[in-house]
């Protein structure tokens, strides 16, 4: 019998496509089905990225998650009705082309009939992808152009300002939100810093364009704006969306607008004097804040950063304050600080006490993995829920269609409850599909403990040997957040309560490590060259691994994004990882898959993250 490929649909459309050229989603999708009858494949999934530019992957989470699929084999084709819904720049789509090639998946094209999988199809699609970038870049060239033209002419090219209303592309004066301009301006003027204007605006309760608190960088680009005295200004950075403020443009445009002004040239001027003699570049510590951004404000939850205090002696003293406080002042939080000194000797000595302590990191492994057990039941105990409710609603429509077709009931009444019924449906049937991507990824394979000892061991060892700023990466790279006590009793005050690790054992995973270690090691290169697995019996296999972890500290663990906002999830399985640069991945990959067998008992393994908490012991 002939295997039946597995086929996933991918379709795009950005905003201006589908505005312009009618480039719906569903024509798309509709279109690719087709092809897919014709060809005897099977649509197993659709990924869409919808009201997406297809300048880069960073953007598309759809297109993320198909390549993780990809790497975990869950089909074989990936349908597209056009390459330039793959990617509209050249190297991201030669990076999915070669990621998707590297998990003996093809790339097919319904308007461009061609297999990738060949050398001639390969350069048919390079000439393609080339070409989509250049029509991608004369667009764009014609549209700034456009912009250009209108920002000389003093005319308003869009977006959100603080104190005007954007009425048929014309600026108006918002005279509530003027009152906030001309405030934040006569604080200055008075001689108030950023942190000083932003903490008084938001203690009279003012709020942004958006509905929110003000920050010291929200004041401080109302301040540079120069809009507010009748100028426009335009194309100040370039390529924001890839180098952000590194992009200055010093030959940006700047206009006299059609709108008008809400702030006098005198107190501008006056404004941007005092301000430069304020601008004094602060010096850099030399003691480095090795935990801001790790720890967690006990009452907000995001990061905490470093601030100083004079005590009454005179003597400065080094704090961690709540984020949230120090950039927008009490309307947000509170400063809930904690001294730095403190917080960090509590964090090394931790550390040392869970590998010089054999029973705590023992106790730790043992909960960690009793969880990971059950860790799946939640979500089957859902889908079973789930799959009886489908049940249900199949049995329901079955009945109304009996119904329509007997004419027993009449159509207007018929239905809209059987479009209701069938939409339920679908929603329960997009929710089973997450749920089973998630049971698929979950990992239920126990932590060994003489392992994670290992690595933990030399992890303080290499921690002792580094300056500050290296330590302060080495940090990062297993401590997920440190929580911090909201109570400080007297003679103990504020301390840390637990420390949330996260080891991330993915092959995906380890380009941040691989780079820190370059740079700790010089020689990491030399020595990893001297690997191979493939003559080794089992022995002496794992011989070398634990060998190896003396000189690779770090090399399966990564740092993952925080989300300060989200809940702490202990097993928490789903991190976004980027996609590796192929002129790295092989030779990065056949280093890495050795080390990997103590921890996943299956070599090249590409799902085993963990997470440990201890609770402070003070």
């Known amino acids: 019998m002939e295997n039946i490929k597995r086929a996933v649909i991918y379709a795009r459309v950005s905003t201006e496509e589908q505005a312009t050229e009618g480039f719906s989603i569903k024509a798309q999708v509709s279109e690719l089905y087709r092809q897919a009858e014709l060809l005897k494949m099977e649509v197993v999934h659709e990924y869409i990225d919808e009201g997406v530019s297809g300048k880069s992957i960073s953007g598309r989470p759809e297109m993320k998650r198909l390549l993780t699929d990809a790497r975990q084999k869950k089909f074989d084709i990936v349908l597209v009705y056009k390459l330039d819904r793959v990617s509209r720049k050249l190297k991201d789509a030669l990076e999915i082309s070669d990621e998707l090639e590297r998990n003996n998946v ?107 608190l003000f920050s010291t960088n929200g004041i401080k680009q109302i301040l540079d704006n120069p809009i507010y005295i009748g100028k426009i200004r335009f194309n100040q950075v370039v390529d924001w969306n890839e180098k952000r403020r590194s992009g200055k443009n010093a030959n940006y445009i700047l206009a006299d607008g059609e709108h008008e002004t809400i702030i006098t040239q005198e107190q501008w001027d006056k404004v941007q004097h005092i301000r430069q003699k304020r601008s004094v570049k602060p010096s850099r510590s030399s003691e480095p804040y090795i935990l801001s951004g790790l720890l967690k404000c006990p009452v907000c939850g995001h990061g905490m950063v470093p601030s100083r205090s004079k005590g009454s002696s005179g003597q400065t003293y080094r704090y961690y304050t709540c984020g949230e406080y120090h950039n927008k002042g009490k309307q947000a939080c509170r400063p809930n600080s904690i001294r730095a000194d403190k917080a960090e000797k509590q964090v090394f000595e931790e550390l040392t006490r869970i590998v010089s302590q054999p029973t705590v990191l023992r106790e730790i492994i043992e909960e960690t993995n009793k969880q990971r057990v059950h860790s799946t039941e939640p979500i089957q105990e859902e889908i079973k829920l ?18 329509l077709l007997d004419g027993d009931i009449p159509q207007d009444i018929v239905k809209p409850k059987l479009v209701s019924t069938q939409e339920q449906k679908h929603q329960l049937e997009k929710r089973l599909e997450t749920l089973g991507a998630e049971l698929e990824e979950s990992n239920t394979t126990p932590i060994d403990y003489d392992s994670l000892k290992q690595l933990l061991e030399d992890f303080k060892q290499l921690l002792t040997q580094v300056a500050p700023e290296e330590q302060k990466l080495l940090l990062r790279s ?42 700790i090691y010089p020689d990491l290169e030399q020595q990893l060259d001297t690997w191979s697995t493939s003559s080794l019996s089992y022995g002496k296999y794992k011989r070398d691994m634990l060998e190896s972890l003396n000189s690779l500290p770090l090399f399966m663990v990564r740092f993952p994004p925080i989300y300060p906002i989200s809940p702490i999830h202990l097993l928490q399985q789903n991190q976004s990882h980027y996609l590796m640069r192929k002129r790295h991945f092989r030779e990065r990959y056949r280093h890495v898959a050795s080390r990997l067998y103590l921890f996943t008992n299956t070599k090249g393994s590409t799902n085993n993250k963990n997470n440990l908490t201890f609770t402070v012991c003070r």
């Open 106 to 212: 093809q790339l097919m094209s319904l308007q461009e009939n061609f297999d990738t999988t060949t050398p001639m199809g390969k350069m048919v699609f390079q000439m393609i992808s080339s070409f989509a970038e250049l029509e991608r870049n004369t667009i764009v060239g014609r549209v700034k152009m456009g912009m250009t033209e209108r920002a000389k002419q003093g005319k308003f090219n869009g977006g959100l300002c603080l104190g005007y209303d954007s009425v048929n592309k014309h600026l108006v004066v918002n005279e509530d939100e003027a009152i906030i301009v001309k405030e934040i301006f006569n604080l200055a003027e008075q001689g108030y810093g950023l942190k000083a204007i932003a903490r008084r605006i938001n203690d009279k309760g003012y709020k942004t364009k958006r509905g929110r």
């Open 386 to 403: 789930i799959q009886n409710k489908i049940n249900k609603l199949t049995n329901h429509i079955d009945k109304l269609m009996n119904a």
């Open 478 to 519: 297993i401590i997920k957040d440190i929580q911090v006590s909201l109570d400080a009793p007297r003679g103990i005050g504020r301390h840390i309560t637990n420390i949330n690790l996260f080891f991330d054992f993915t092959i995906d995973a380890m380009q941040d490590s691989y780079e820190l270690l370059e740079k």
